[in-house]
T-cell receptor, first 114, second 115 residues
Framework: AQTVTQSQPEMSVQEAETVTLSCTYD???????LFWYKQPPSRQMILVIRQEAYKQQNATENRFSVNFQKAAKSFSLKISDSQLGDTAMYFC???????????FGKGTLLTVNP | DSGVTQTPKHLITATGQRVTLRCSPR?????VYWYQQSLDQGLQFLIQ???????AKGNILERFSAQQFPDLHSELNLSSLELGDSALYFC??????????????FGPGTRLTVL
């Protein structure tokens, strides 16, 4: 069974600085997809970024980028120019290529300080 | 706003009771998913429907059931409720046609409190 591990339960960063959230996963599959979801205090789950395992290029969405290391099974999220609105729980998620089920990590609570 | 709607936002009920959670997917999405988020279990996949038919099952209890109707909205029925069923229940939707490029978008969730 696939597992997703987020080793940092909590992190904090100063506004305008850069922070990196870690995620590792375990799978024997070669075709899969990885996601970062954000859950602010409103509890809404918001898709931040996705990465296809077959793509070597790291995904980027504005201030959010990933460092995808397939051999190491690592998928970290970098947030540049952190903003107060980035304060949220961040979940790393995994999905097999032929499956629809998302497997989530336990989450990292990120606090952006003014 | 993801385009996925869920009702009600909050639900408070007693042990042993039965409740129904409702979800309307984004326009054009055929697939609906239900997830449970609790403090001890985290986010867990419960079940998926695609165009009215069950497609995948996760850690869903026998006391729980779901269905997807012809208009594609879905309902999650929880019965014989226990204190441990208190959680945030999310519905997500996606196009669902081909697993490869599919991305799930989540609704705002229903907060269930069992007293």
């Amino acid at each position: 069974a696939q597992t997703v591990t987020q080793s940092q339960p909590e992190m904090s960063v100063q506004e305008a600085e850069t922070v990196t959230l870690s995620c590792t996963y375990d799978t024997s599959e070669n075709n899969y997809y990885l996601f970062w979801y954000k859950q602010p205090p409103s509890r809404q789950m918001i898709l931040v970024i996705r990465q296809e395992a077959y793509k070597q290029q790291n995904a980027t969405e504005n201030r959010f980028s990933v460092n995808f290391q397939k051999a190491a099974k690592s998928f970290s999220l970098k947030i540049s120019d952190s903003q107060l609105g980035d304060t949220a729980m961040y979940f790393c998620a995994f999905r097999e290529g032929s499956n629809y089920k998302l497997t989530f990590g336990k989450g990292t609570l990120l606090t952006v300080n003014p | 706003d993801s385009g996925v709607t869920q009702t009600p936002k909050h639900l408070i009920t007693a042990t042993g009771q039965r409740v129904t959670l409702r979800c309307s997917p984004r326009s054009g999405d055929l697939s609906v998913y239900w997830y449970q988020q609790s403090l001890d279990q985290g986010l867990q996949f419960l079940i998926q429907y695609y165009n009215g038919e069950e497609r995948a099952k996760g850690n869903i209890l026998e006391r729980f059931s779901a269905q997807q109707f012809p208009d594609l909205h879905s309902e999650l029925n929880l019965s014989s409720l226990e204190l441990g069923d208190s959680a945030l229940y999310f519905c997500a939707s996606s196009v669902g046609g081909t697993a490869g490029t599919d991305t799930q978008y989540f609704g705002p969730g229903t907060r269930l409190t069992v007293l």
